[in-house]
């Protein structure tokens, strides 16, 4: 009885020790998945005569398939990505990460929306033994011009707001999801954007978010949301 006791508390102290391991990775894990988004803002301060950007990111889990990105390409032209990977954890985080990498690296050599997710698509739907996929939204903003050139992969469509009217959908023909067949050509789609307009992007995580009564948030409510603080500033 003292052996298998001892046993038992060896197999205890193991379990444990594993379960902190585990954990330890997943908050590690966790701040490098946050620390590659933007989180300070105004994220370009020099530009705020131009153009303001927040975003809030806030994951169900420790680890997420959410993530979001938006950079200068040039001194004229701001890239916006958002993204949402089917399920979640670690193998949703790094599946996300890749995409979001090749994304932007195609982006920042020149190429247009629908350019780069054709080849981002490629890279990832030859290798996806898992049959896991991306829907993302990607669009470059001409600064200058107010010229909005995106592509929607299966993401939620967006909100615009123009001079700060009520939102409304950002209505497109949606092209496939990032990552379950090769061969795809991206829809690319265009918009113009003016002084006080705004854009709202977001993922199913808020519209279908549940009450106590078991209702989803949904899209309708989101807008109702919106449009009751639609003079209100990003800060705010």
């Not at 590690?28 to 989180?39: L, R």
Request: with cysteine; glycine share 4%; charged share 25%.
């Amino acid at each position: 009885m003292i052996e298998d006791l001892e046993l038992y508390i060896d197999d205890l102290k193991r379990i444990r020790i594993e379960r902190e391991k585990i954990r330890a990775e997943i908050f590690f894990s966790s701040i490098i998945q946050k620390d590659m988004i933007p989180n300070s803002f105004p994220i370009f301060p020099d530009k705020l005569d131009e153009f303001d950007i927040h975003a809030i990111y806030n994951p169900a889990q420790s680890i997420g398939g959410d993530l979001y990105d938006c950079f200068l390409i040039d001194n004229d032209h701001l890239a916006i990505i958002i993204g949402d990977v089917t399920g979640k954890g670690i193998p949703a985080s790094l599946l996300m990460i890749k995409v979001m990498i090749l994304i932007k690296d195609q982006l920042l050599i020149g190429l247009s929306p629908s350019k780069a997710l054709n080849i981002t698509n490629e890279r990832v739907a030859v290798n996806n033994e898992l049959q896991m996929f991306v829907t993302s939204w990607v669009g470059i903003l001409k600064i200058s011009s107010g010229k909005l050139t995106y592509v929607n992969a299966g993401h939620d469509s967006p909100f615009i707001s123009h001079n700060y009217s009520d939102y409304i959908v950002l209505d497109e023909k949606h092209s496939i999801v990032i990552g379950l067949n090769e061969n795809v050509e991206y829809l690319q789609h265009e918009a113009i954007m003016s002084e006080h307009d705004r854009l709202y992007l977001y993922t199913d995580g808020i519209i279908e978010a549940i009450n106590k009564d078991n209702e989803q948030f949904s899209k309708y409510r989101l807008l109702n949301v919106l449009n009751k603080i639609n003079t209100l500033t990003l800060k705010n």
